[in-house]
C-alpha cells in the first residue's frame, strides 16, 4: 500500500498507471527534499558594526539560498540567552539549538586605512571551521558583496574538504598569483593560497574600480592569513608597499585534528553589563549623620549631633530606552536614573527628656536624565555617564511626645535641589568593574535650619561622591556595593535667631557656620537586560 506523497498521486490521479504515479511521486519527493535541505542560517552581529549595516547585507544576501533567522530575533536571542562576544562552542551550540539554525556567522569589523577589513567566522552543525577576511571600501559594493557571498557559500556547502585538496597539490600551481586588488603576489613556493576566493576576486577585478574592490584573506593553521605569509613586500597598482594585514581575532580551528584557540574578548551585539537598557537593584544600604557647628566656646553653645549607623532599604533603577534595539549606538547613552533610600528605623534620645524615643525620618531620593559614553563594545569597555536631575534628603525629627517647654536643640533639615555630576565605570576583569563618582548639589531650600527663628540665611555649599565595585555573578544578574558621603557645608549671613541671639546678648556673633555631613553604603541585588 502506498502512502505519503505517492499515496496522493494515486488519489489524485486516479486512472494513471502505477509507474507513471511513482515516476510523479518520486518528483515530489525530490523536490520536497530540495526544499527541506535548505541550510538554516542565524548571522549576529558584527563587533566594530555600530549601526547593524554589516549585519543586514550579510543577511540580505543569504536569503532566498538559504533559511535565515530575522536580525531582531537573533539579537533578542543572544541577549535572552545572556551571551557576550567570547562564545564558548557550548554557547554557540545553546545559540544554535535556540534559534534551530546549521550555521551561525559572526565576527568583527576594523578599519584599515580608507576602507575597512571584515573577519568572518563560521560555526557550521555544532563545530567551528576556518574564518575568511574580506577588504572593502563600501559596504554598498556589488563587488564586495559578490566576493563576501561566493566565500560564505563555499563555507557553508562544505567545500572545505575539496580546497584542502587542491591546497595540497604541488607548489607550482601556486607560484605567481594575482592579487585580487591588483599587482603580483611574490608568494612563496608551496605557499596555500584560497584559489576559490583568488578566482572570484579575478574574475571581477576589471568590473569595478579600485575602491570598491574586494579582497579575501583565509586563515592558515597558525592562524595567519596568505598574505602574512609572503616573504617579500605586496605592492598595489600604484606602487605603494602595503601593510600586513594582521589578524584581528582567532579562530578556533580544527586542523589536522588538533584544536587551537586564541581567546579574545569581542561584542555578540548583546547587551552586557556596561550597555544594560534597564537595571533595577535593590538592597539593604546602611547609614549615620554627623551635624557639627562652627561656633565660639560659650555655654550655651550648640552640640553636634552624631548617630551610630543604621540600617535601611534601597532601590536603584537604570533606563536606556534606545538601547534595547542598539546598545553601541552613541545615542543608546540617553536615559533616565534614579533611586530611594530610607533607613528603617531610627530614634533620637534628648537630655532634656529622658526616657523617650523620638522617631527620625531620615531618607534621600533623586531622579534624572543621563548620557552614558562608552569607550568600545567588549564587556570590558570603560564607561563614562553625565547626569543631572532633581533630589531630596530629609532629616525630621518627630517633636509629638515632647512635653510643653522642652525643646530638641536640633533643626530638621530638608535638602532640594539639582545633582549635575558624572560618574565612571572602569572593568577590572570582565565580571567586576570599579565605579565611582561625585555630583555637585546645587541647594534651593533648606528647610527649618534656614528659618529665621533657627540659624536663618547661609551661603550654602554642598556636593555628593561615591565609590565601589560592580559584580556580574550570573546571566543578568550582578551586585553593587557602594560607599558614599554627602556634605552640606554653611556660612550663616548673622540674621537667625541662633547666630546671634543664643546667650542672650545680640551684640556678639555665636554661630558662624555648620557641617551636616552624611556617611553611608549599599549592597544590592540587581537585575540586568
Not at 544578574?477 to 552640606?488: I, N, S, T
Amino acid at each position: 500500500m502506498l502512502q505519503g506523497p505517492l499515496a496522493w498521486v494515486y488519489i489524485i490521479y486516479p486512472p494513471m498507471t502505477r509507474s507513471l504515479a511513482v515516476a510523479i511521486g518520486v518528483v515530489v519527493l525530490l523536490f520536497a527534499g530540495a526544499a527541506e535541505a535548505k541550510i538554516r542560517v542565524a548571522v549576529v552581529a558584527f563587533e566594530g558594526d555600530d549601526n547593524g549595516a554589516v549585519q543586514e547585507v550579510v543577511t540580505d544576501l543569504l536569503d532566498g539560498d538559504y533559511s535565515v533567522s530575522g536580525t531582531k530575533a537573533v539579537n533578542r536571542t543572544v541577549d535572552k540567552l545572556g551571551l557576550d562576544a567570547n562564545m564558548s562552542d557550548k554557547d554557540l551550540k545553546k545559540l544554535a539549538n535556540e534559534l534551530e539554525v546549521d550555521a551561525i556567522l559572526r565576527g568583527d569589523l576594523t578599519k584599515k586605512g580608507a576602507r575597512k577589513l571584515l573577519h568572518v567566522k563560521v560555526y557550521l552543525k555544532g563545530k567551528k571551521v576556518r574564518g575568511f577576511k574580506v577588504e572593502f571600501a563600501s559596504v554598498k559594493s556589488e563587488k564586495f558583496k559578490s566576493a563576501l557571498k561566493d566565500k560564505i557559500d563555499e563555507k557553508l556547502s562544505g567545500q572545505e574538504a575539496a580546497k584542502k585538496q587542491v591546497d595540497e597539490a604541488p607548489a607550482e600551481a601556486a607560484a605567481d598569483e594575482e592579487d585580487p586588488i591588483g599587482g603580483k603576489k611574490k608568494g612563496k613556493k608551496g605557499a596555500k593560497t584560497d584559489m576559490a576566493a583568488e578566482k572570484a576576486a579575478l574574475k571581477t577585478k576589471s568590473d569595478a574600480p579600485a575602491e570598491e574592490e574586494a579582497t579575501e584573506k583565509t586563515e592558515n593553521e597558525d592562524g595567519k592569513s596568505d598574505e602574512e605569509k609572503q616573504s617579500g613586500d605586496e605592492e598595489d597598482p600604484e606602487g605603494k608597499a602595503k601593510k600586513k594585514v594582521a589578524s584581528a581575532d582567532a579562530d578556533e580551528e580544527d586542523v589536522g585534528g588538533v584544536s587551537k584557540s586564541v581567546t579574545v574578548e569581542k561584542s555578540s551585539g548583546g547587551r552586557s553589563a556596561n550597555t544594560v537598557a534597564f537595571r533595577l537593584d535593590v538592597g539593604p544600604s546602611i547609614s549615620s549623620r554627623k551635624l557639627v557647628f562652627n561656633s565660639r566656646v560659650f555655654e550655651e553653645a550648640p552640640k553636634p549631633y552624631a548617630n551610630n549607623p543604621v540600617g535601611g532599604m534601597r532601590v536603584g533603577g537604570e533606563l536606556y530606552p534606545l538601547a534595547f534595539a542598539n546598545p553601541h549606538s552613541f545615542i543608546s547613552g540617553l536615559g533616565f536614573a534614579g533611586h530611594y533610600d530610607q533607613t528603617l528605623k531610627l530614634n533620637l534620645e534628648s537630655s532634656v527628656q529622658i526616657g523617650t524615643k523620638f522617631p527620625v525620618t531620615q531618607r534621600n531620593w533623586s531622579v534624572g536624565a543621563r548620557f552614558r559614553i562608552a569607550f568600545g563594545s567588549s564587556a570590558r569597555a570603560p564607561t563614562v555617564t553625565l547626569g543631572g536631575g532633581y533630589f531630596h534628603r530629609n532629616f525630621s525629627v518627630n517633636r509629638s511626645q515632647l512635653m510643653t517647654g522642652n525643646i530638641i536643640d536640633l533643626p530638621d533639615v530638608l535638602y532640594k535641589g539639582y545633582d549635575p555630576g558624572i560618574e565612571f565605570r572602569i572593568p577590572i576583569i570582565k565580571q567586576v568593574a570599579l565605579m565611582f563618582g561625585g555630583q555637585l548639589l546645587l541647594v534651593t531650600d533648606t528647610g527649618q535650619i534656614q528659618q529665621l527663628n533657627q540659624y536663618g540665611q547661609a551661603k550654602v555649599t554642598s556636593g555628593q561622591g561615591m565609590a565601589g565595585l560592580d559584580i556580574v555573578i550570573a546571566n543578568r544578574v550582578g551586585v553593587k556595593l557602594a560607599a558614599e558621603m554627602a556634605q552640606f557645608g554653611f556660612a550663616f549671613t548673622g540674621n537667625g535667631d541662633q547666630t546671634f541671639n543664643r546667650d542672650k546678648d545680640p551684640a556678639t556673633p555665636d554661630v558662624g557656620g555648620a557641617a551636616d555631613r552624611y556617611y553611608g553604603g549599599s549592597f544590592t541585588l540587581g537585575v540586568l537586560y
